[in-house]
């Protein structure tokens, strides 16, 4: 289509011909629905498929392992809501940024209890062996959020290209480690600290580089 | 709430004929289209200074536009929308525009240099040596050249006149300037 050398009646006409009944967007809410209803499936399905931890009911039975899914559970939430309000221009608002607090809160439960430790037993002690199954297990777990909050956000008109890939894959990672919580049976912090946490930065980083090759509109 | 931007267009009548048109209401869309062009017009006036470029970044604006329309929602206002996606548009555009004029050699560069006005006898020789260079292309490399390089279109301007893939253009010119580069370097010896 040449356009720079029609006129702006041509160009318009061209707009008009094309105009279709649209279909709109869904609420916000609605989507976020959608998504965490599919999420929960996938990781319902591919738990079960990779098989969860022999002590899982002994574990919903610890504080602090029910703390750590519901952090998970708000930085995910939190991270789609953000993708799916800022896939609509004109939409950014304070909103966007509560992913943070959860964030903040999973670090400090995790530094608290990972700092004694290595004050302890030294780094390498408490990092322990290579664990590649967990970071392998998170990706697993992260496809079905990720796919589901990608086209959803696809489907809108991305003005913010690096910070929207950001939250699809935060909240796709988030919900993989939150999945994972339930698969992997080593409690060591160390091993939490560098398989389970370093992975969901990585993959949110990921995000961001992606975001410019698929966000295009 | 009604607000008339710059002073002429009524807010709540814009969102109105958008909401219509997102139904699929072609007149309402035409209406909606001019008005939009025109404030883009008025907006980007003052905020791009090479004005020869404005067509083509309200043109851009007004694309995105109508590939957004979906996602405008009638519970809002529709001033913000707009402008977060020409604020988007005029950006994409400025950064295409930066990564096709980046993408020649210092030398290919310096072959393709227009001369200082004024400099009528070296414009004339660089005209006639131009034309000697362009005639060792095939057809489609010389017209691809005089588009991009000549006439300071964007590689994505070409490719869609042209039908082809941007980095199909990217290459086909870059190709063509090689060529006439070897012609050049065999003219001097």
């Known amino acids: 289509m040449r356009r720079q050398n029609k006129s702006m009646e041509e160009f318009l006409g061209e707009l008009v011909a094309d105009c279709q009944p649209v279909c709109r967007m869904k609420p916000l809410w609605l989507r976020l629905l959608i998504w965490i209803g599919l999420a929960v499936i996938g990781i319902g399905v591919l738990g079960t498929f990779l098989g969860w931890r022999g002590d899982l009911l002994m574990k919903f039975r610890s504080t602090y392992f029910v703390a750590e899914l519901i952090v998970l559970f708000l930085l995910s939430f939190w991270a789609a809501y953000a993708a799916f309000k800022v896939c609509v221009p004109g939409q950014r608002c304070r909103g966007v940024y509560f992913w943070v607090i959860p964030l903040v809160v999973w670090l400090v439960m995790v530094l608290v209890s990972f700092l004694p430790e290595l004050a302890e037993h030294g780094v390498f002690a408490v990092i322990g062996n290579s664990h590649f199954l967990c970071v392998r297990g998170i990706l697993i777990l992260a496809v079905i959020p990720f796919l589901a909050s990608f086209f959803l956000v696809r489907f809108g008109a991305v003005v913010y290209p690096k910070y929207s890939g950001y939250m699809v894959a935060l909240s796709a990672a988030a919900m993989g480690a939150l999945g994972l919580q339930m698969l992997c049976p080593i409690d060591d912090v160390g091993h939490y600290l560098v398989w389970h946490m370093s992975p969901v930065f990585g993959i949110a980083v990921l995000g961001v580089y992606l975001a410019k090759y698929f966000s295009r509109w | ?189």
Not at chain 2, 29 to 54: A, C, H, N, P, Q
Not at chain 2, 101 to 110: A, M, V
């Open chain 2, 1 to 189: 709430m009604s607000i008339k931007i710059y002073g002429q267009v009524d807010e709540a009548e814009l969102s109105a004929l958008l909401v219509s048109a997102q139904d699929g209401d072609r007149r309402a869309y035409e209406t909606f289209l001019g008005e939009l062009y025109r404030i883009l017009e008025r907006y980007l006036w003052r905020r791009v200074s090479d004005k020869s470029v404005l067509p083509d970044v309200v043109q851009e604006i007004v694309v995105g536009v109508h590939k957004a329309r979906h996602t405008y929602d009638p519970t809002q206002r529709v001033f913000p929308w707009l402008m977060a996606i020409a604020r988007y548009k005029t950006i994409d555009y400025w950064k295409r525009r930066k990564r096709d004029r980046n993408f020649f050699t210092h030398d290919e560069e310096i072959l393709l240099r227009q001369p200082a006005p004024g400099d009528e006898v070296e414009l004339a020789d660089n005209q006639w040596l131009l034309e000697e260079y362009l005639d060792v292309l095939p057809q489609k490399q010389r017209d691809l050249v005089s588009m991009v390089k000549l006439e300071g279109h964007s590689v994505r301007y070409a490719a869609e006149f042209f039908g082809m893939t941007e980095s199909n253009v990217k290459t086909t010119v870059h190709r063509a300037i090689k060529k006439m580069r070897e012609r050049s370097h065999a003219t001097t010896k």
